[in-house]
């Protein structure tokens, strides 16, 4: 079928395409590097939901097994936008690396579980050290502990509970760095007595292996344990100030659904985490679990931040301790519509 050319026709092709061409030069691709964990969750529904195109943004989302990892990416500019983990940040910051935490995603989302032989020895009125020394005293090798490569969030807080928190012996564990999902793999296949791991894991290994118990969630772990944020390279951040302030606006209403309405936030979850991989319930539940508290405001997580940062030091993850003053970018939230 074919159409008059007419004068009106033609002034309306030509009336059309500049306001075709305003939008496409309104949007800005970003590069967004992103943990396949329930913890980045906000993100995902923020994409799903259409409210990161609102903003300005085209996300482009590649997934990364760690946070280390993630900040090669990040320092070469591979990526513009990291949600992940804040303690390899400091890392990134004592290297040079130019980045700015403009809104957290979630806290308190490592947890402990330990397989079904270890678990054994966490009995009532046996303390979680003396558990571990009982592993060892009767199997005469330490208990095998997965988590992520040292200077990450997971692998911070398991030291920091078995160190600092329940005082274990170190000759009584061994632990064993790797990725996401060889851990999660470690752990059903009874390679390994223990792991610190995040949601969907956690509702993963507990419904394929009930006998997999948890033994110590976020807090416990960790006081205040920080977990994923979102980071914008500073580049990035000088060129798209009104986007980013969309984007965490965006974080803001993503942060309230998931804690209101999990449920109804579960399809833009999965869509981005689950890829038809994983059952749409098992999400669902990891949305309610334990080790899933979604918060947006970095102001919350800047002291327990200061803190891991210390201990990373005292680690050797991290040379020295780093100002925070400049790391943390809060006025984009405190600006954000219904932000508490």
């Keep these: 079928m074919s159409f008059p050319l007419t004068r009106r026709t033609v002034l309306g092709a030509a009336l059309a395409a500049p306001a075709f061409t305003s939008a496409r030069a309104q949007s800005a691709r970003a590069r967004v590097g992103v943990i396949p964990i329930v913890g980045a969750a906000p993100l995902f529904v923020v994409d799903r939901q ?3 195109r609102e903003a300005g943004l085209d996300l482009a989302i590649t997934t990364f097994e760690s946070g280390p990892n993630m900040i090669q990416a990040l320092a070469s500019g591979t990526i513009d936008i990291y949600v992940a983990g804040v303690a390899p940040l400091g890392v990134a910051r004592s290297r040079g690396v130019d980045v700015k935490v403009v809104a957290s995603t979630a806290t308190g989302e490592n947890v402990f579980v330990a397989t079904p032989r270890l678990a054994a020895f966490f009995k009532p009125g046996t303390s979680h050290a003396e558990a571990f020394r009982a592993y060892r005293a009767q199997t005469g090798k330490p208990a095998r502990l997965a988590t992520q490569p040292p200077g990450s969030v997971p692998n911070t807080t398991l030291q920091y509970w078995l160190w600092e928190q329940i005082k274990a012996d170190r000759a009584d564990v ?7 999902d060889a851990t999660q793999q470690a752990i059903l296949a009874d390679a390994v007595e223990g792991a610190t791991i995040r949601e969907p894991a956690l509702t993963i290994v507990q419904k394929r292996n009930p006998a997999i118990k948890l033994i ?4 416990e772990l960790f006081p205040g344990q920080p977990g994923s944020v979102v980071a914008i390279s500073g580049a990035f951040l000088a060129r798209n100030e009104e986007r980013v302030q969309g984007l965490v606006n965006g974080l803001v209403k993503a942060g309230r659904l998931l804690t209101q309405d999990p449920d109804k936030a579960a399809p833009d979850v999965a869509a981005n985490l689950a890829k038809g991989i994983v059952d749409p319930a098992i999400i669902r539940a990891a949305l309610k679990s334990p080790a899933s ?3 947006i405001d970095p102001r919350a997580i800047i002291a327990p931040t200061a803190a891991m940062q210390d201990y990373q030091v005292k680690l050797g993850s991290l040379r020295e301790s ?4 400049g790391l943390f970018e809060t006025r984009f939230f405190e600006r954000a519509p219904a932000a508490s």
Aim: aromatic share 10%; proline share 0%; hydrophobic share 55%.
């Design 293 to 295: 508290k979604f918060s």
């Design 322 to 325: 780093v100002s925070l003053d």
């Design 216 to 219: 110590a969630v976020g807090d």
């Design 50 to 52: 259409g409210w990161a």
């Design 174 to 180: 061994e632990i064993v760095a790797m990725g996401i």
